[in-house]
């Protein structure tokens, strides 16, 4: 007997982390311009207009959320290297240098690159 998916239920998002989620109504108020925005961009972005406009905005916030904590995790990193003492910075240039050092060097010669 075959399973018939029910309207409403939540669907498996695409990706390794993603998992089974029960998703939540909200009611919004948006303006004329940015329905028909919503509208037009989920229609462009799926073949033949399947996804709906939900689905599309959801996907949407999620990319949104996605880039600031990406952003956040860029800041945090220029925060710990713009604040590194001039000491730690010179022990991460040894460190640096030592495993650099650790890997094999060959010479390619004009030969073997043609």
């Known amino acids: ?6 309207p409403g239920t939540a669907r498996k998002r695409k990706g390794p ?3 089974r989620e029960i998703k939540q ?5 948006l303006s004329p311009e940015a329905v028909a925005i919503l509208e037009k ?5 799926s073949a033949g207009g399947q996804d709906s406009v939900s689905a599309f905005l959801d996907e949407l916030l ?7 904590r990406r952003r956040e995790i860029e800041q945090g990193t220029q925060k710990y290297y713009d604040e590194q003492s001039a000491q730690d910075e010179e022990e991460e240039v040894a460190w640096a240098k030592f495993a650099l ?4 060097v060959r010479n390619v010669s ?3 690159t043609k």
């Open 25 to 29: 109504r909200k009611t919004f108020t």
């Open 1 to 6: 007997m075959r399973s018939m998916k029910r």
């Open 101 to 104: 050092s650790q890997f094999p």
């Open 41 to 45: 961009l989920s229609m462009q972005r």
């Open 110 to 112: 004009e030969e073997e």
């Open 17 to 19: 982390s993603r998992r």
């Open 62 to 68: 999620l990319m949104v959320g996605e880039e600031q």
